[in-house]
């Protein structure tokens, strides 16, 4: 065998994320591959629960960064100084980032270091959706990365335009085809990739589904997401009223920093007036734990997502999926889950009654056997991770 197969790149790689916990959860298999084939992998990111588990899989370098709900300038310049001088220091041959905020700072620190960049744009979030003033200042944002990924500096006196050096990753057609607008670029395939999403580890489709005795109008609903209103926790809370006799399942954790989040005393509230109501606070891998033959996963969100890890981790299982058209990002459809057609509680009420239906008719098992296909096809994390890797290895970093 040649031993030059198995040697590993000189040039140091870095990935960047607003959470270690992001990096942690949906990055794992990627950090481990790049591990393997090159010397150096830095991951920067602010300190929280998972930055122990990222120090044992590569070089963690701890990052300030203000709360992504905050948007003092000062502490993005505080933020903008420390990335700055940590990419410096570090001298990368690729730094990957994640997350908008991230993205925006990176982009502006290598208009000037010059570093080779991929930029990923896992969904464009709450901003998305704003209006007015919010919104403005969002396209601005998406502007500025784009500009400051075009340029680069030369002979520290001008700049010069130098596409060679960034690629942008977009987890569906939506944002793509949103980002492109907005920037008002054509859709140069060689820059702009669509790689779905961070894939689903293969523990999924090798568990086995649980099959319990079920009275007929008797389910387990799951809500699997941050517990912010855009993300239509409210709706799924409304929905407990009509099924008295099911459970309602609600993963995620809350955030006191933000508005649009439900409030410890709201919870506490919604505990004492909905008993078939459960909260459980973050959970890792919480489908998992409902792989059984009354389960239904619901996302009924508006919030600007990538693409929503819960319906490809609930295909794998073959648990029912009813999702809002805005959670569909252009990937989904009637034939692989329960569309809503609006945010009315009358359209999750009659996907329910659907699947209910199916399920009498004999007709559910072969419509989630064919869902699971698709994801296996399209969405292992093996196969995601392979396209990322490709994507670095076309910067020629030898």
Same mark, same amino acid.
């Given at each position: 065998?040649?031993? +030059?197969?198995?040697?590993?790149?000189?040039?140091?790689?870095?990935?960047?994320?607003?959470?270690?916990?992001?990096?942690?959860?949906?990055?794992?298999?990627?950090?481990?591959?790049? &591990?393997?084939?090159?010397?150096?992998?830095?991951?920067?990111?602010?300190?929280?629960?998972?930055?122990?588990?990222?120090?044992?899989?590569?070089?963690?370098?701890?990052?300030?960064?203000?709360?992504?709900?905050?948007?003092?300038?000062?502490?993005?310049?505080?933020?903008?100084?420390?990335?700055?001088?940590?990419?410096?220091?570090?001298?990368?041959?690729?730094?990957?980032?994640?997350?908008?905020?991230?993205?925006?700072?990176?982009?502006?620190?290598?208009?000037?270091?010059?570093?080779?960049? =991929?930029?990923?744009?896992?969904?464009?979030?709450?901003?998305?959706? +704003?209006?007015?003033?919010?919104?403005?200042?969002?396209?601005?944002?998406?502007? =500025?990365?784009?500009?400051?990924?075009?340029?680069?500096?030369? &002979?520290?006196?001008?700049?010069?335009?130098?596409?060679?050096?960034?690629?942008?990753?977009?987890?569906?057609?939506?944002?793509?085809?949103?980002?492109?607008?907005?920037?008002?670029?054509?859709?140069?395939?060689?820059?702009?990739?669509?790689?779905?999403?961070?894939?689903?580890?293969?523990?999924?489709?090798?568990?086995?589904?649980?099959?319990?005795?079920?009275?007929?109008?008797?389910?387990?609903?799951?809500?699997?997401?941050?517990?912010?209103?855009?993300?239509?926790?409210?709706?799924?809370?409304?929905?407990?009223?009509?099924?008295?006799? +099911?459970?309602?399942?609600?993963?995620?954790?809350?955030?006191?920093?933000?508005?649009?989040?439900?409030?410890?005393?709201?919870?506490?509230?919604?505990?004492?007036?909905?008993?078939?109501?459960?909260?459980?606070?973050?959970?890792?891998?919480?489908?998992?734990?409902?792989?059984?033959?009354? +389960?239904?996963?619901?996302?009924?969100?508006?919030?600007?997502?990538?693409?929503?890890?819960?319906?490809?981790?609930?295909?794998?299982?073959?648990?029912?999926?009813?999702?809002?058209?805005?959670?569909?990002?252009?990937?989904?459809?009637?034939?692989?889950?329960?569309?809503?057609?609006?945010?009315?509680?009358?359209?999750?009420?009659?996907?329910?009654?659907?699947?209910?239906?199916?399920?009498?008719?004999?007709?559910?098992?072969?419509?989630?056997?064919?869902?699971?296909?698709?994801?296996?096809?399209?969405?292992?994390?093996?196969?995601?991770?392979?396209?990322?890797?490709?994507?670095?290895?076309?910067?020629?970093?030898?």
């Amino acid at each position: 065998m040649n031993s +030059s197969f198995n040697k590993k790149i000189n040039k140091k790689i870095v990935l960047i994320a607003n959470t270690s916990k992001y990096l942690m959860h949906y990055r794992f298999l990627l950090i481990n591959k790049l &591990n393997k084939s090159y010397k150096k992998l830095f991951v920067i990111s602010p300190i929280d629960k998972s930055s122990y588990e990222l120090k044992k899989i590569s070089r963690f370098v701890p990052w300030y960064l203000p709360n992504k709900n905050q948007f003092n300038p000062f502490d993005l310049v505080k933020s903008f100084l420390i990335l700055f001088n940590s990419i410096r220091s570090i001298k990368p041959g690729l730094v990957h980032s994640h997350t908008l905020k991230p993205n925006l700072l990176i982009s502006i620190i290598n208009l000037f270091l010059g570093v080779k960049t =991929i930029i990923s744009f896992p969904g464009m979030g709450r901003l998305s959706n +704003s209006k007015g003033i919010k919104n403005i200042i969002f396209k601005s944002i998406l502007k =500025i990365i784009f500009f400051t990924s075009k340029y680069q500096l030369k &002979n520290y006196v001008f700049f010069k335009s130098n596409l060679d050096r960034v690629k942008f990753i977009f987890q569906n057609p939506l944002d793509l085809n949103f980002f492109l607008k907005t920037v008002k670029v054509k859709n140069d395939k060689k820059i702009f990739h669509l790689i779905p999403g961070s894939g689903i580890p293969m523990n999924y489709f090798k568990s086995k589904k649980n099959y319990t005795k079920q009275l007929e109008n008797q389910f387990d609903f799951i809500y699997c997401a941050r517990l912010e209103k855009s993300k239509g926790i409210n709706l799924f809370i409304s929905l407990a009223n009509y099924y008295p006799d +099911s459970r309602f399942f609600v993963y995620g954790d809350l955030n006191k920093n933000s508005k649009d989040y439900l409030s410890y005393e709201e919870i506490v509230f919604l505990k004492s007036k909905n008993k078939n109501l459960l909260f459980m606070d973050y959970v890792e891998n919480p489908l998992l734990r409902h792989h059984n033959d009354h +389960s239904i996963f619901l996302v009924p969100s508006n919030y600007g997502e990538g693409l929503p890890r819960g319906i490809i981790e609930a295909m794998s299982l073959e648990i029912p999926v009813i999702a809002s058209e805005k959670a569909c990002v252009g990937l989904f459809d009637e034939n692989l889950l329960f569309v809503a057609s609006s945010d009315q509680i009358d359209t999750y009420l009659m996907a329910i009654e659907n699947i209910r239906t199916k399920k009498i008719e004999g007709k559910l098992n072969g419509f989630l056997s064919n869902s699971k296909d698709h994801v296996l096809k399209r969405y292992k994390e093996s196969l995601i991770v392979k396209k990322t890797i490709h994507l670095y290895k076309s910067f020629d970093l030898d």
